[in-house]
């Protein structure tokens, strides 16, 4: 009897903790085969030539590719790295391997969505099932109380109902051990030059630097506690309040680590240290299933709208030039902007106030704004990034949720705080 061999198509769940598809894969197969694909398709030029994933990005998800390779070595396998298309090379290496079936996690944007339907399509042409999981949100879809059809579009609502009717599933180990075939052509990564871009400057100003990968992700949720212990915020000079966002987005949206690790973290530090500061990150664990949820419920529908503001003219490129390279000549949002391009990291009430700047005052298209955050952040996720530039638009399906994004009242509370303004646009570029 043949052994049996599944592969494993690894895409924004690169980690080996928490990872259904993997540690299923062991426990069906005789045989496992770890593949990544880098797939040219987001590293091509968007219409007016600026990349689709920009540099900083692109050098995390190597890192992250590159820490994946060296956990899956630590369980006796390794991975296959290929750049190209997948609906070309997953059949390929199916072929060449004698695979039995092929393991990925399901997506909801579109343009990940279609790419799994080529490869689906490709793979049964070879009389392989494609075979779909659930693994990048906070809540399973089949522990939530309603159907994804019937997913309330208010988003206190769905708050309200999950937490009451619902239950996180708890985390899965790794895989004890990991036996892949004899790979003979393993594959190099990719360099940043590979994928068109330039290797980016690290700017000195940066308080945090983001390296990609579950061993960083862990080790940063790690620190986030450590260094979490007040039950409320610190006040820093001027009595403005430091910031004490997690910072774990960027591990997240890559999937080195999953939300429910963090989310069962959280419960563990609660527990152990009596501390209920960590509200906030249940509630960004919570927006990120929403967006995501809504992405499968509505798909491209939940952010289309007919009327765009005006965005051809020379007048409105100009200004849109302006906000992208932070000299609007409003402190917050230049300095919100710069530290973007150079870091790749910005807050949520940073993303909230520069979102609204340039849709409301600037009346430009919110999707250039989304898409210049698509190529800038190293945190980016399609259903977070543009989800919540629809929601700031007013696209969102229930305009009362807005009360979360209150952007008027902190607009004003920072045009009182010069100290606050002054931090982030001068010297001091803390991420």
């Keep these: 009897m043949s052994e049996r061999i599944i592969l494993v198509w690894f895409r924004n769940d690169l980690r080996v903790h928490d990872n259904e598809i993997l540690l299923e894969a062991t426990r069906k197969a005789d045989k496992v085969l770890p593949v990544y694909i880098f797939d040219p398709y987001y590293f091509k030029p968007n219409a007016d030539g600026s990349p689709k994933t920009g540099a900083l990005r692109a050098r995390f998800l190597i890192e992250s590719v590159a820490d994946l390779r060296k956990n899956l070595e630590g ?15 997953l059949p390929q290496l199916a072929q060449q391997y004698g695979v039995n079936e092929v393991y990925h996690h399901r997506e909801v944007a579109y343009e990940e969505t279609n790419i799994s339907e080529e490869v689906e399509t490709a793979l049964w042409n070879l009389k392989l099932n494609l075979k779909h999981f659930i693994g990048h949100t906070l809540y399973h879809k089949e522990d939530l109380p309603f159907p994804i059809k019937d997913i309330p579009d208010s988003f206190a609502v769905f708050k ?10 708890t985390s899965l180990p790794a895989p004890d051990n990991l036996v892949t075939p004899e790979i003979n052509d393993a594959g190099e990564l990719p360099t940043l030059n590979d994928l068109g871009l330039d290797e980016p400057l690290d700017d000195a100003r940066a308080r945090i630097k983001f390296t990609g990968g579950e061993t960083a992700g862990l080790a940063r949720l790690e620190e986030y506690f450590a260094n979490n212990q007040q039950v409320a915020p610190t006040k820093g000079r001027n009595g403005a309040t430091v910031d004490r966002s997690s910072k774990l987005g960027p591990w997240m949206a890559l999937g080195c680590i999953s939300m429910r690790e963090v989310y069962w973290a959280v419960v563990k530090h609660e527990h152990d240290k009596n501390a209920h500061n960590t509200g906030m990150l249940r509630l960004e664990l919570l927006w990120r299933d929403y967006f995501r949820f809504m992405f499968k419920k509505h798909g491209k529908q939940y952010f289309t709208t007919d009327a765009q503001p005006e965005t051809t003219s020379p007048e409105k490129q100009r200004l849109f030039e302006k906000w992208k390279s932070g000299n609007t000549g409003i402190p917050f949002i230049d300095a919100s902007m710069r530290k973007l391009n150079a870091t790749g990291y910005i807050s949520n009430f940073s993303r909230q106030m520069v979102a609204g700047y340039l849709v409301r005052n600037l009346d430009i298209d919110w999707k250039k704004g989304a898409a210049y955050f698509e190529e ?20 969102g399906h229930d305009p009362r949720d807005n009360k979360y994004f209150n952007l008027a009242k902190q607009a004003g509370e920072l045009e009182t705080n010069s100290e606050f303004i002054s931090t982030w646009a001068g010297a001091e570029l803390a991420v």
């Design 376 to 395: 800038k952040l190293i945190d980016y996720s399609p259903a977070s990034n543009w989800g919540n530039w629809a929601f700031v638009a007013g696209l």
């Design 160 to 169: 309200k109902k999950v937490e009451r009717d619902s239950d996180v599933r």
């Design 75 to 89: 369980l006796g396998g390794g991975l296959i790295v290929r750049t190209g298309n997948p609906a070309e090379v």
